[in-house]
């Protein structure tokens, strides 16, 4: 039996990289501040993506630390911004391993949902996928 999960366990990093841990979200008010002044954006519909360049501090990070947004002024109720957040995050773990696997990814990442209206997990996949390939 131990073997078995020894086996499934080659290589560390591709196993890790379906996951979202801790060490991926970003909760630390100093990088959120520098994210929201010096950060550049992107737009599709309906995401808006603010990111930070990789630094040198950050270059042993396979992943940028991510936070996830959605604005109380198009949702009042807690139950869809919580919903629509999951959803964000499961797409977001689903596809970040392929994409940031040909390029630098950058320090630290927000993505924020700005559309009026709930949509289906196919569309904001589809949309999620668009705007992290337009990343440099």
Same mark, same amino acid.
């Given at each position: ?47 808006? #993506?603010?990111? =930070?360049?990789? !630094?040198? /501090? ?5 992943? @940028? $630390? ?24 499961? #797409?977001?773990? =689903?596809?970040? !391993?392929? /994409? ?5 990814? @950058? $320090? ?29």
């Amino acid at each position: 039996m131990f073997a078995l999960q020894f086996e499934k366990m080659e290589n560390p990093i591709l196993a890790h990289s379906q996951g979202f841990p801790k060490s991926e979200r970003l909760c630390s008010q100093k990088v959120i501040k520098e994210l929201f002044s010096k950060g550049s954006s992107l737009f599709v519909y309906p995401f808006k #993506i603010l990111y =930070l360049p990789a !630094s040198t /501090l950050s270059a042993s990070a396979v992943f @940028p $630390q991510v936070m996830f947004s959605v604005p109380k002024k198009n949702f009042k109720r807690a139950v869809d911004r919580n919903r629509i957040k999951r959803q964000c995050r499961e #797409i977001y773990r =689903l596809c970040k !391993s392929h /994409l940031f696997s040909e390029k630098k990814p @950058p $320090q630290a990442l927000a993505i924020i949902f700005v559309a009026q209206k709930q949509e289906t997990f196919e569309f904001l996949q589809k949309k999620m996928e668009k705007v992290l390939e337009q990343m440099p």
